[in-house]
């Protein structure tokens, strides 16, 4: 049995146990690691030809054709051609390229809305798109549940919900609370209707079908109501509740000395 080594400057044995100094490194995606990542030196990265937005062009394609669970270093690899070792040169694991690719597709967020539009018509513009850009790519708002939308593309959008909730007249954070209730909403209604084709004619004729068989004592108004049910779509679903949304807001921005925040 080996003698424990003692340390050289003072002849004593090191502490047993974890190092006290040593910290955990931050969860992927906090405002912790966004800020330890933008302060780290530029990793060595011996292969010039794959860059970071290559890792995630790749990632989103997978993302697009396979799902969520098929999002994996190994078969980001094997689609580049790589080895696993060169995105680890970029990304240190899955988490960190789930985070680095949802702020990326985030990005859309902050579109430059039509100039001649007021603050509801741009938030009803950049609400249209938000939406359609996570329907085009569906995995994306899966991708979405619990993140913490701290990177640049995110806080970019965030600065402008900002500018056009302050600007409508609504306190700091009263248009922060506005404009993640508008997220939250688009969030909602597009992972609602994942995989659901509600404008498809036979899926409405079904539909008329399921309510008009349903027990009228125990459902009238579904019964009653069958045929005007049945061609409700999830276009008309986002619509009403984004009409209601702003109309809430710019209520908001009409009392905003009786607000509370």
């Given at each position: 049995?080996?003698?424990?080594?003692?340390?050289?400057?003072?002849?004593?044995?090191?502490?047993e146990g974890p190092?006290?100094?040593?910290?955990?490194?931050?969860?992927?995606?906090?405002?912790?690691?966004?800020?330890?990542?933008?302060?780290?030196?530029?990793?060595?990265?011996?292969?010039?030809?794959?860059?970071?937005?290559?890792?995630?062009?790749?990632?989103?394609?997978?993302?697009?054709?396979?799902?969520?669970?098929?999002?994996?270093?190994?078969?980001?690899?094997?689609?580049?051609?790589?080895?696993?070792?060169?995105?680890?040169?970029?990304?240190?694991?899955?988490?960190?390229?789930?985070t680095l690719l949802?702020?990326?597709?985030?990005?859309?967020?902050?579109?430059?809305?039509?100039?001649?539009?007021?603050?509801?018509?741009?938030?009803?513009?950049?609400?249209?798109?938000?939406?359609?850009?996570?329907?085009?790519h569906p995995g994306?708002?899966?991708?979405?549940?619990?993140?913490?939308?701290?990177?640049?593309?995110?806080?970019?959008?965030?600065?402008?919900?900002?500018?056009?909730?302050?600007?409508?007249?609504?306190?700091?954070?009263?248009?922060?609370?506005?404009?993640?209730?508008?997220?939250?909403?688009?969030?909602?209604?597009?992972?609602?209707?994942?995989?659901?084709?509600?404008?498809?004619?036979?899926?409405?004729?079904?539909?008329?079908?399921?309510?008009?068989?349903?027990?009228?004592?125990?459902?009238?108004?579904?019964?009653?109501?069958?045929?005007?049910?049945?061609?409700?779509?999830?276009?008309?679903?986002?619509?009403?509740?984004?009409?209601?949304?702003?109309?809430?807001?710019?209520?908001?921005?009409?009392?905003?000395?009786?607000?509370?925040?």
């Open positions: 049995m080996h003698e424990p080594t003692r340390t050289a400057r003072t002849g004593k044995l090191p502490p190092r006290t100094n040593q910290r955990a490194e931050p969860r992927p995606g906090t405002a912790a690691w966004w800020l330890a990542r933008e302060s780290e030196p530029a990793r060595q990265r011996r292969r010039r030809s794959l860059t970071l937005d290559a890792v995630l062009d790749a990632a989103m394609a997978l993302l697009d054709t396979r799902g969520a669970t098929a999002l994996t270093m190994r078969n980001i690899a094997e689609t580049l051609g790589c080895t696993q070792a060169s995105l680890y040169r970029h990304v240190r694991n899955r988490e960190e390229l789930v949802v702020d990326r597709a985030l990005s859309v967020a902050s579109s430059v809305p039509p100039d001649e539009a007021d603050w509801v018509e741009k938030a009803a513009w950049s609400a249209r798109l938000f939406r359609e850009h996570l329907r085009r994306v708002a899966s991708l979405l549940r619990g993140t913490e939308r701290l990177g640049p593309n995110s806080l970019a959008g965030m600065q402008y919900s900002l500018e056009l909730f302050i600007g409508a007249g609504l306190s700091p954070r009263l248009a922060s609370a506005a404009a993640s209730s508008l997220a939250t909403f688009i969030l909602g209604s597009v992972h609602l209707n994942l995989g659901l084709d509600r404008s498809d004619p036979e899926e409405s004729r079904h539909l008329r079908l399921l309510y008009r068989s349903r027990d009228p004592a125990a459902l009238p108004l579904l019964v009653q109501h069958a045929d005007t049910l049945a061609e409700v779509t999830s276009d008309d679903e986002f619509e009403v509740g984004l009409n209601a949304l702003l109309t809430g807001f710019r209520a908001l921005t009409q009392n905003a000395d009786i607000a509370p925040g």
